[in-house]
């Protein structure tokens, strides 16, 4: 696999569900990030990690909790969702705080989230 | 409050001509702009870039054009291709310690390319 991959593509899940999302990244980067897209709105910023360690939670609802186990993975852990969750998360990685020019994010197809 | 706007939610161009996709922005410490692809059920695919340094980037049949004084930005996508039909995405990035490489996006643009 190259790039950046995501499992599953597409999720339904109840309201008192509680499902994960996985993305890997086989670049060597070092920064990975999740995003909320919903329909003709601007990407939304989650998560970010840098390292590892996660350095921004845009104000985001407990019941997305992220996890970075390592530089090449990450996961968004999710629990009680409401019908308004419903959207498609993408997950991008980037060279993170050693590149000093590079600000190009490299993205995953995306998980396509229905939450009924 | 929207930092990047992309007035045009769509736009349709007879193939052969020119695109010109059109972004708007307000944050003066913007200084690093990006141009992003996407196809249905695809992620956004970097496309172009442009620093706050020059006022024009070339790739191929891709250029952007920055205007930093009308913190306006617009790709020109000259021949259009009907594989250029896609939704673009601008975003803006401010370097600096507290950027934390955070891109700000616009809400993107479909574009049709007409046979």
């Known amino acids: 696999e190259t790039g950046v991959t995501q499992t599953p593509r597409h999720l339904v899940m109840g309201m008192t569900n509680k499902k994960s999302l996985k993305c890997e990244q086989h670049l060597g980067h070092n920064a990975m990030y999740w995003y909320k897209q919903s329909a003709k709105k601007p990407l939304e910023l989650m998560f970010v990690y840098n390292f590892k360690e996660q350095t921004e939670n845009n104000s985001v609802p407990s019941r997305f909790s992220p996890e970075c186990p390592n530089s090449s993975h990450l996961f968004l852990h999710l629990h009680t969702l409401q019908p308004e969750d419903s959207a498609l998360y993408l997950c991008?990685?980037?060279?993170?705080?050693?590149?000093?020019?590079?600000?190009?994010?490299?993205f995953g197809p995306g998980t396509r989230l229905t939450v009924t | 409050d929207q930092q990047v706007k992309q007035n045009s939610p769509s736009l349709s161009v007879q193939e052969g001509r020119i695109s010109i996709l059109n972004c708007d922005y307000t944050?003066?410490?913007?200084?690093?702009f990006l141009w992003y692809k996407k196809y249905p059920a695809e992620g956004p695919t970097f496309l172009i870039s442009?620093?706050?340094i020059k006022d024009k980037n070339e790739d191929g049949r891709f250029t952007v054009f920055l205007n930093k004084s009308a913190k306006h930005l617009s790709l020109h996508i000259v021949p259009s291709q009907p594989g250029d039909s896609a939704v673009y995405f601008c975003a803006a990035s401010a370097s600096g310690q507290d950027s934390n490489y955070q891109l700000i996006w616009g809400a993107g643009t479909k574009l049709i390319i007409k046979p």
């Open positions: 991008a990685s980037s060279q993170g705080p050693a590149a000093t020019i590079s600000y190009e994010q490299y």
């Open positions: 442009i620093s706050s």
């Open positions: 944050n003066s410490m913007f200084d690093y």
